[in-house]
Protein backbone atom coordinates (compact mmCIF):
# COMPACT_ATOMS: atom_id res chain seq x y z
CA UNK A 1 0.00 0.00 0.00
CA UNK A 2 1.59 3.30 -1.17
CA UNK A 3 1.70 6.44 1.46
CA UNK A 4 -1.00 8.78 1.38
CA UNK A 5 0.26 12.34 0.34
CA UNK A 6 0.55 14.39 3.66
CA UNK A 7 -1.70 17.38 2.42
CA UNK A 8 -4.95 14.91 1.69
CA UNK A 9 -5.19 14.22 5.52
CA UNK A 10 -5.87 17.99 5.87
CA UNK A 11 -8.16 18.32 3.08
CA UNK A 12 -10.49 14.85 4.40
CA UNK A 13 -10.41 17.67 8.20
CA UNK A 14 -11.73 20.37 6.05
CA UNK A 15 -13.87 18.48 3.78
CA UNK A 16 -15.43 16.83 6.88
CA UNK A 17 -15.99 20.12 8.89
CA UNK A 18 -17.21 21.49 5.79
CA UNK A 19 -19.48 18.98 5.03
CA UNK A 20 -21.01 18.41 8.74
CA UNK A 21 -21.43 22.01 9.22
CA UNK A 22 -23.72 21.83 5.70
CA UNK A 23 -25.66 19.09 6.62
CA UNK A 24 -26.44 19.72 9.95
CA UNK A 25 -23.93 17.27 11.88
CA UNK A 26 -25.65 14.63 9.37
CA UNK A 27 -23.57 12.61 6.88
CA UNK A 28 -25.12 9.39 4.78
CA UNK A 29 -22.70 6.79 4.92
CA UNK A 30 -22.77 3.48 3.53
CA UNK A 31 -26.53 4.26 3.59
CA UNK A 32 -26.33 4.56 7.24
CA UNK A 33 -27.52 8.21 8.78
CA UNK A 34 -24.42 8.69 11.08
CA UNK A 35 -24.24 12.01 13.28
CA UNK A 36 -21.13 13.64 13.31
CA UNK A 37 -19.70 17.30 14.17
CA UNK A 38 -16.31 18.84 15.06
CA UNK A 39 -16.27 19.23 18.92
CA UNK A 40 -14.19 21.49 20.87
CA UNK A 41 -10.88 21.87 19.67
CA UNK A 42 -9.29 22.52 16.22
CA UNK A 43 -5.59 22.70 15.84
CA UNK A 44 -4.39 24.24 12.64
CA UNK A 45 -0.54 24.86 11.35
CA UNK A 46 1.14 26.50 8.61
CA UNK A 47 1.39 24.15 5.49
CA UNK A 48 5.46 24.73 5.92
CA UNK A 49 5.58 23.93 9.34
CA UNK A 50 4.70 20.95 12.23
CA UNK A 51 4.23 22.90 15.09
CA UNK A 52 0.87 24.15 15.68
CA UNK A 53 0.19 28.01 15.05
CA UNK A 54 -3.65 28.26 16.03
CA UNK A 55 -5.35 26.31 18.45
CA UNK A 56 -9.01 26.87 19.36
CA UNK A 57 -10.78 25.51 22.02
CA UNK A 58 -14.13 25.24 23.76
CA UNK A 59 -18.26 25.52 22.89
CA UNK A 60 -19.04 25.87 19.00
CA UNK A 61 -15.18 25.80 17.90
CA UNK A 62 -16.63 24.56 14.66
CA UNK A 63 -18.25 27.65 13.87
CA UNK A 64 -15.52 30.16 15.32
CA UNK A 65 -14.71 32.68 13.25
CA UNK A 66 -11.57 32.62 14.40
CA UNK A 67 -11.29 28.69 12.55
CA UNK A 68 -12.66 30.28 9.55
CA UNK A 69 -10.03 32.99 10.06
CA UNK A 70 -7.28 30.64 10.34
CA UNK A 71 -7.97 28.88 7.51
CA UNK A 72 -8.05 32.39 5.00
CA UNK A 73 -4.98 32.93 6.49
CA UNK A 74 -3.32 30.01 4.60
CA UNK A 75 -3.01 27.57 7.67
CA UNK A 76 -4.30 24.24 6.95
CA UNK A 77 -6.19 21.67 9.94
CA UNK A 78 -3.62 19.84 11.84
CA UNK A 79 -5.99 18.10 14.52
CA UNK A 80 -9.62 17.86 14.47
CA UNK A 81 -11.58 16.68 17.92
CA UNK A 82 -14.91 14.83 16.59
CA UNK A 83 -18.12 13.69 18.22
CA UNK A 84 -20.00 10.95 15.91
CA UNK A 85 -22.95 8.46 17.07
CA UNK A 86 -24.63 5.80 15.03
CA UNK A 87 -27.22 3.73 16.48
CA UNK A 88 -26.79 3.55 20.12
CA UNK A 89 -23.14 4.48 19.92
CA UNK A 90 -21.32 7.78 20.90
CA UNK A 91 -17.84 8.38 20.43
CA UNK A 92 -15.09 11.14 20.93
CA UNK A 93 -11.74 11.34 19.77
CA UNK A 94 -8.97 13.64 17.83
CA UNK A 95 -7.85 12.75 14.61
CA UNK A 96 -4.04 14.11 13.87
CA UNK A 97 -1.53 13.82 11.12
CA UNK A 98 -1.42 11.90 7.75
CA UNK A 99 -2.04 8.77 9.52
CA UNK A 100 -4.72 9.76 11.20
CA UNK A 101 -3.44 9.32 14.77
CA UNK A 102 -6.25 8.95 17.64
CA UNK A 103 -6.26 10.66 20.62
CA UNK A 104 -8.29 11.40 23.79
CA UNK A 105 -10.35 8.63 22.28
CA UNK A 106 -14.10 8.80 24.79
CA UNK A 107 -15.35 4.85 23.48
CA UNK A 108 -19.19 4.02 24.26
CA UNK A 109 -20.88 3.12 27.41
CA UNK A 110 -19.62 -0.61 27.59
CA UNK A 111 -20.67 -3.51 29.34
CA UNK A 112 -17.81 -3.82 32.51
CA UNK A 113 -18.30 -7.36 33.58
CA UNK A 114 -15.96 -10.32 32.60
CA UNK A 115 -12.42 -10.67 33.05
CA UNK A 116 -9.43 -8.63 31.43
CA UNK A 117 -10.01 -10.95 28.37
CA UNK A 118 -13.94 -10.20 27.70
CA UNK A 119 -13.13 -6.67 28.45
CA UNK A 120 -10.81 -6.19 26.01
CA UNK A 121 -13.02 -7.87 23.31
CA UNK A 122 -15.35 -5.33 23.85
CA UNK A 123 -13.32 -2.58 23.71
CA UNK A 124 -11.66 -3.53 20.80
CA UNK A 125 -14.64 -4.58 18.87
CA UNK A 126 -15.97 -1.11 19.49
CA UNK A 127 -12.52 0.61 18.26
CA UNK A 128 -12.81 -1.77 15.20
CA UNK A 129 -16.50 -0.66 14.69
CA UNK A 130 -15.52 3.18 14.55
CA UNK A 131 -12.68 2.30 11.88
CA UNK A 132 -14.99 0.78 9.93
CA UNK A 133 -17.48 4.07 10.22
CA UNK A 134 -14.37 6.36 9.91
CA UNK A 135 -13.00 4.17 6.53
CA UNK A 136 -16.65 4.84 5.43
CA UNK A 137 -16.15 8.80 5.54
CA UNK A 138 -12.90 8.76 4.01
CA UNK A 139 -13.97 6.49 1.09
CA UNK A 140 -16.69 9.41 0.24
CA UNK A 141 -14.57 12.10 1.00
CA UNK A 142 -11.79 9.72 -1.71
CA UNK A 143 -15.00 9.60 -4.23
CA UNK A 144 -15.98 12.97 -3.82
CA UNK A 145 -11.80 14.51 -3.83
CA UNK A 146 -11.31 12.61 -6.93
CA UNK A 147 -14.68 13.21 -9.31
CA UNK A 148 -15.27 16.34 -11.50
CA UNK A 149 -17.17 17.89 -8.60
CA UNK A 150 -14.48 18.51 -6.37
CA UNK A 151 -12.75 21.49 -8.34
CA UNK A 152 -16.06 22.46 -9.97
CA UNK A 153 -18.70 22.58 -6.97
CA UNK A 154 -17.06 21.49 -3.81
CA UNK A 155 -13.69 23.74 -3.63
CA UNK A 156 -15.63 27.00 -4.55
CA UNK A 157 -18.31 26.06 -2.30
CA UNK A 158 -15.88 25.43 0.46
CA UNK A 159 -14.12 28.77 -0.05
CA UNK A 160 -17.63 30.63 -0.24
CA UNK A 161 -18.31 28.78 2.87
CA UNK A 162 -15.05 30.43 4.51
CA UNK A 163 -15.71 33.58 3.69
CA UNK A 164 -19.01 33.75 5.13
CA UNK A 165 -20.96 33.49 1.52
CA UNK A 166 -22.71 30.06 2.47
CA UNK B 1 -4.23 -2.23 32.42
CA UNK B 2 -3.38 -0.87 28.80
CA UNK B 3 -6.62 -0.70 26.45
CA UNK B 4 -8.83 -1.53 29.32
CA UNK B 5 -9.98 1.44 30.66
CA UNK B 6 -10.11 5.41 29.84
CA UNK B 7 -9.32 7.62 26.99
CA UNK B 8 -6.80 6.28 24.36
CA UNK B 9 -4.49 7.28 22.21
CA UNK B 10 -3.04 5.13 19.50
CA UNK B 11 -1.44 5.09 16.40
CA UNK B 12 -2.75 2.08 14.01
CA UNK B 13 0.22 0.16 12.39
CA UNK B 14 0.05 -2.93 9.33
CA UNK B 15 2.14 -5.95 9.83
CA UNK B 16 4.09 -6.11 7.00
CA UNK B 17 5.14 -9.82 7.07
CA UNK B 18 3.46 -13.05 7.65
CA UNK B 19 2.75 -15.06 11.15
CA UNK B 20 4.97 -18.32 10.85
CA UNK B 21 2.67 -21.03 12.22
CA UNK B 22 4.72 -21.64 15.44
CA UNK B 23 4.49 -18.24 16.03
CA UNK B 24 3.15 -18.75 19.67
CA UNK B 25 5.92 -20.60 20.60
CA UNK B 26 8.35 -18.10 18.73
CA UNK B 27 6.26 -15.14 20.97
CA UNK B 28 6.93 -16.64 23.96
CA UNK B 29 10.38 -16.49 23.15
CA UNK B 30 10.73 -13.54 21.74
CA UNK B 31 9.11 -11.88 24.70
CA UNK B 32 11.20 -13.48 26.95
CA UNK B 33 14.51 -12.86 25.31
CA UNK B 34 13.48 -9.39 25.20
CA UNK B 35 12.05 -8.43 27.83
CA UNK B 36 12.51 -5.64 30.31
CA UNK B 37 15.47 -6.32 32.50
CA UNK B 38 16.92 -3.67 34.90
CA UNK B 39 20.36 -2.81 34.69
CA UNK B 40 22.20 -2.75 37.79
CA UNK B 41 24.11 0.09 36.64
CA UNK B 42 23.31 3.13 34.28
CA UNK B 43 24.65 6.03 32.55
CA UNK B 44 23.04 9.26 32.67
CA UNK B 45 20.63 9.18 29.80
CA UNK B 46 21.20 6.27 29.07
CA UNK B 47 17.61 3.98 28.56
CA UNK B 48 16.48 0.83 29.08
CA UNK B 49 13.89 -0.53 27.74
CA UNK B 50 12.02 -4.29 27.45
CA UNK B 51 8.73 -5.97 26.99
CA UNK B 52 6.76 -6.09 30.38
CA UNK B 53 3.35 -7.70 31.09
CA UNK B 54 0.20 -5.70 30.38
CA UNK B 55 -0.53 -6.41 33.63
CA UNK B 56 2.15 -5.27 36.08
CA UNK B 57 5.02 -3.31 34.97
CA UNK B 58 7.30 -5.58 37.03
CA UNK B 59 6.14 -8.71 35.46
CA UNK B 60 8.22 -9.53 33.18
CA UNK B 61 7.85 -13.55 32.85
CA UNK B 62 5.64 -14.38 29.72
CA UNK B 63 5.88 -18.75 30.00
CA UNK B 64 1.74 -17.96 31.09
CA UNK B 65 0.37 -17.12 27.59
CA UNK B 66 -2.50 -16.30 29.22
CA UNK B 67 -1.22 -13.03 30.18
CA UNK B 68 -0.28 -11.71 27.04
CA UNK B 69 -2.24 -13.99 24.64
CA UNK B 70 -6.14 -13.21 24.60
CA UNK B 71 -8.04 -14.97 22.16
CA UNK B 72 -6.79 -13.43 18.69
CA UNK B 73 -4.76 -10.31 20.30
CA UNK B 74 -1.27 -9.91 21.86
CA UNK B 75 -1.42 -7.39 24.54
CA UNK B 76 2.07 -6.00 25.94
CA UNK B 77 3.71 -3.24 27.04
CA UNK B 78 6.77 -1.72 26.06
CA UNK B 79 8.99 -0.45 29.27
CA UNK B 80 11.78 2.65 29.07
CA UNK B 81 13.27 3.41 32.22
CA UNK B 82 15.98 6.48 31.81
CA UNK B 83 17.74 8.43 34.43
CA UNK B 84 18.11 11.98 34.50
CA UNK B 85 20.01 14.56 36.73
CA UNK B 86 19.26 18.04 37.87
CA UNK B 87 21.80 19.57 36.33
CA UNK B 88 21.83 22.94 38.04
CA UNK B 89 22.59 20.66 41.31
CA UNK B 90 25.18 19.13 39.68
CA UNK B 91 26.99 22.18 38.57
CA UNK B 92 26.75 23.71 41.49
CA UNK B 93 27.95 20.32 43.44
CA UNK B 94 31.14 20.26 41.08
CA UNK B 95 32.14 23.86 41.51
CA UNK B 96 31.54 23.46 44.77
CA UNK B 97 34.29 19.86 44.70
CA UNK B 98 36.45 22.07 42.39
CA UNK B 99 36.92 25.18 45.09
CA UNK B 100 37.85 22.50 47.34
CA UNK B 101 40.35 21.10 45.27
CA UNK B 102 42.00 24.16 44.25
CA UNK B 103 42.26 25.32 47.68
CA UNK B 104 43.94 22.01 49.02
CA UNK B 105 46.11 21.97 46.06
CA UNK B 106 47.44 25.90 45.99
CA UNK B 107 46.11 26.52 42.81
CA UNK B 108 43.94 29.35 41.22
CA UNK B 109 42.27 26.63 38.75
CA UNK B 110 41.62 23.22 38.49
CA UNK B 111 42.92 21.26 35.45
CA UNK B 112 40.18 20.24 32.98
CA UNK B 113 41.01 16.40 34.15
CA UNK B 114 40.42 17.36 37.53
CA UNK B 115 36.88 19.12 36.86
CA UNK B 116 36.10 15.99 34.44
CA UNK B 117 36.58 13.45 37.05
CA UNK B 118 35.23 15.22 40.33
CA UNK B 119 32.02 15.52 37.49
CA UNK B 120 32.02 11.92 36.48
CA UNK B 121 32.39 10.88 40.38
CA UNK B 122 29.43 13.17 41.62
CA UNK B 123 27.43 11.61 38.72
CA UNK B 124 28.49 8.39 39.47
CA UNK B 125 27.47 8.99 43.24
CA UNK B 126 23.85 10.68 41.98
CA UNK B 127 22.90 8.51 39.44
CA UNK B 128 23.34 5.45 41.70
CA UNK B 129 20.79 7.30 44.45
CA UNK B 130 18.22 7.90 41.34
CA UNK B 131 15.25 6.23 40.62
CA UNK B 132 14.91 5.75 37.19
CA UNK B 133 11.83 7.75 35.40
CA UNK B 134 9.76 4.72 34.39
CA UNK B 135 7.51 5.06 31.13
CA UNK B 136 5.34 1.78 29.76
CA UNK B 137 3.39 1.96 26.71
CA UNK B 138 0.90 -0.97 25.53
CA UNK B 139 0.46 -2.32 22.63
CA UNK B 140 -2.45 -4.87 21.24
CA UNK B 141 -1.78 -7.07 18.09
CA UNK B 142 -5.03 -8.61 16.55
CA UNK B 143 -3.01 -11.36 14.98
CA UNK B 144 -4.91 -12.51 11.80
CA UNK B 145 -5.88 -9.04 11.05
CA UNK B 146 -2.41 -8.10 11.10
CA UNK B 147 -2.93 -4.80 12.71
CA UNK B 148 -1.22 -2.95 15.61
CA UNK B 149 -2.43 -0.46 17.93
CA UNK B 150 0.27 1.38 19.72
CA UNK B 151 -0.87 3.69 22.50
CA UNK B 152 1.48 6.50 22.05
CA UNK B 153 1.96 8.78 19.22
CA UNK B 154 5.10 10.27 19.25
CA UNK B 155 7.74 9.88 16.42
CA UNK B 156 10.35 8.92 19.01
CA UNK B 157 8.29 6.12 21.29
CA UNK B 158 6.81 4.87 17.48
CA UNK B 159 10.31 4.75 16.28
CA UNK B 160 11.53 2.70 19.44
CA UNK B 161 9.03 0.79 19.31
CA UNK B 162 8.63 -0.35 15.80
CA UNK B 163 12.57 -1.28 16.08
CA UNK B 164 11.81 -3.31 19.68
CA UNK B 165 9.05 -4.78 17.47
CA UNK B 166 11.41 -5.85 14.35
CA UNK B 167 14.39 -7.09 16.89
CA UNK B 168 11.98 -9.42 19.03
CA UNK B 169 9.77 -10.72 16.31
CA UNK B 170 11.50 -10.60 13.20
CA UNK B 171 8.31 -8.52 11.28
CA UNK B 172 8.18 -5.18 10.20
CA UNK B 173 5.67 -2.19 10.80
CA UNK B 174 3.66 0.21 8.72
CA UNK B 175 2.13 3.27 9.68
CA UNK B 176 -1.32 3.60 9.02
CA UNK B 177 -2.40 5.04 5.69
CA UNK B 178 -5.85 6.16 5.16
CA UNK B 179 -5.53 4.74 1.50
CA UNK B 180 -6.14 1.18 3.56
CA UNK B 181 -9.75 2.61 3.17
CA UNK B 182 -9.65 1.97 -0.06
CA UNK B 183 -9.48 -1.47 -0.24
CA UNK B 184 -13.47 -2.43 -1.18
CA UNK B 185 -12.80 0.72 -3.40
CA UNK B 186 -9.49 -0.15 -5.39
CA UNK B 187 -10.47 2.11 -8.28
CA UNK B 188 -9.73 5.60 -6.08
CA UNK B 189 -6.59 4.46 -4.66
CA UNK B 190 -4.47 6.00 -7.70
CA UNK B 191 -6.16 8.99 -8.54
CA UNK B 192 -6.40 9.60 -4.42
CA UNK B 193 -2.61 9.26 -4.24
CA UNK B 194 -1.76 11.21 -7.57
CA UNK B 195 -3.81 14.02 -6.27
CA UNK B 196 -2.26 17.20 -6.21
CA UNK B 197 -2.61 20.12 -3.48
CA UNK B 198 -5.94 22.32 -3.64
CA UNK B 199 -6.14 26.04 -2.12
CA UNK B 200 -9.02 26.36 -0.05
CA UNK B 201 -8.20 28.84 2.43
CA UNK B 202 -6.18 32.25 1.50
CA UNK B 203 -2.45 30.74 0.91
CA UNK B 204 -0.89 28.63 -1.33
CA UNK B 205 -0.92 25.08 0.36
Same mark, same amino acid.
Given at each position: ???????????????????????????????????????????????????????????????????????????????????? &??????????????????????????????????????????????????????? &??????????????????????????? | ?????????????????????????????????????????????????????????????????????????????????????????????????????????????????????????????????????????????????????????????????????????????????????????????????????????????
Amino acid at each position: MMDSLPHLSTEFFTWLWWATEQGGGRLTVDGEEIVVWVDDRMAFRLPSEDASRAVLTGADTARAAEAKAAMAAGKIIKELRIRL &QWADREYGFTLKGSGLDVTGLVLPALPDEGDEQDRLMVRMEAIEALWAVLGAIYR &QFAAVRTGASWAEEVVPSIQAWLVGDA | MGFLKGRLNFRRYRVVDPLPDDFRDRFEQAFTEHAFREKSVISRGEETMGWVRADNLLETDFSNRDRWLYTHYVMAGMRIDKKTLPMPLVRAMVEQRVAVWCEENGRARAPASVRSDIRTNIENDLLARTLPTVKVVHFCWNLPEGWVLFENTSEGMNDRFRTLVRNSFGVALEAFSPLEFLTETPELVDPLAAAGMTVMGGGAR
